[in-house]
């Protein structure tokens, strides 16, 4: 059997950054208006009043301090609050769409550390939890501008997109298929956020990740992560759900109707999908062989600070220990399908040979995606 490898990870970070302080500035502002502007309603009990958030209560109930977006100025105009078309957004032949452009810097990253060229590719996978269109495919894009040879295509499966296009690279690298396969995760969750709604407005940043995956026989980076296993699985709810694509509404203003957002019943996606995640994660290592234990680190679901530390707590018997399931969230947010990436981009540098992890997420659907690696 054909043995697969990480051999490199990238990272695109917009350059538009939001403080809990600056969308809440804007957030209040505008409960203020609309509570003026109904206040003969509210007073006669016929429709609540709205209330003010803080900086404060975004980051206990989160772990969020700031996020990164594809845009700014359109989210805190108060007669707008929904990001704006990047300039260029559409592409064209000559130009790659912002949401492929953002892949293609992530991408860039990750060829250099795999010590690779564009052409040494012979897969690519874009998988995200939002699409900016349906065709021809973001992936083909990708492909087109950053000059990666073989097929590509794209893949939506909610806060599990990554994984689930991981684990796509490596059953196609197992089956021959592919010897090389770039999978690129550009998330533009933010375009779908309801920055008017007090409960999730302040969720969601943008961001793209970029992972290569290579036979281990034909790597040559230096930081190769070895695939040991793979494990997927998906259970239908309704709990978390969008019925629009963002593209819907980004190009007319007036397009501000509360069912085209990202919608989800958080106390039931806690109380569901949780369970869910610790039994599938102490499933598959004990069909591996292997205990928690015997993990040195768990690169989990960035979704927020309590769901976190939950899993981490459940799975381990105990509080984690620094390092153990390190999150991103405070500077990042939540980045959809990405977070468990970020994570493992950012917190693999101190381990060593042998040693053992899992990157895994879970999200829409449900679904649950997941990794188990070590060290080389």
Not at 186 to 215: C, K, Q, W, Y
Not at 228 to 247: D, V
Request: hydrophobic share 40%; glycine share 8%; net charge negative.
């Amino acid at each position: 059997m054909v043995d697969v490898v990480i051999s490199g990870t990238g990272l695109y970070v917009p350059p538009h950054r939001i403080t809990n302080e600056q969308l809440v500035e804007t957030f209040n502002e505008y409960v203020d208006q609309y509570n003026a502007e109904h206040k003969a309603d509210i007073d006669a009990g016929l429709t609540p009043a709205l209330q003010h958030s803080s900086a404060e209560f975004i980051q206990k109930a989160s772990g969020i301090k700031a996020r990164h977006l594809v845009d700014v100025e359109g989210v805190m105009d108060l007669n707008r609050m929904m990001s704006k078309m990047p300039e260029g957004g559409h592409g064209d032949t000559d130009t790659p769409c912002f949401q492929a452009n953002m892949a293609i810097e992530a991408a860039n990253m990750a060829l250099e550390q795999a010590g690779l060229k564009p052409e040494d590719i012979d897969q690519t996978i874009c998988s995200a939890a939002v699409l900016q269109r349906y065709f021809p495919a973001i992936g083909i894009e990708v492909q087109h501008h950053l000059g990666t040879k073989g097929s590509a295509l794209d893949m939506v499966m909610g806060c599990s997109s990554a994984t689930y296009g991981l684990i796509s690279g490596v059953n196609a690298i197992k089956s021959g298929i592919a010897n090389r396969v770039l999978m690129v995760n550009p998330e533009i969750f933010s375009t779908m956020i309801n920055f008017r709604d007090r409960d999730s407005h302040f969720i969601f940043g943008d961001i793209a990740t970029a992972v290569v995956l290579e036979r281990a026989d034909l790597a040559k980076g230096k930081d190769l992560w070895k695939v040991t296993g793979t494990k997927a699985e998906t259970q239908y709810s309704n709990n978390i759900r969008s019925n629009y694509g963002p593209m819907t509404r980004l190009d007319d203003d007036s397009m501000f109707r509360k069912d085209m957002f990202f919608v989800q019943e958080g106390r039931k996606v806690f109380k569901e999908l949780l369970p869910l995640v610790t039994e599938f994660i102490s499933t598959q290592l004990e069909s591996e062989g292997l205990k928690v234990e015997d993990l040195a680190r768990m690169w989990l679901h960035q979704a927020n600070i309590n769901m976190n530390m939950y899993a981490a707590k459940k799975l381990l018997g105990r509080e984690p220990v620094e390092g153990e399931a390190p999150t991103v969230l405070d500077e990042y947010g939540n980045t959809a399908g990405a977070g468990s990436v970020v994570a493992f981009h950012k917190h693999r540098g101190d381990l060593k040979a042998g040693d053992k992890g899992i990157i895994c997420s879970f999200g829409a659907g449900y679904s649950i995606g997941s990794l188990l690696v070590e060290k080389l």
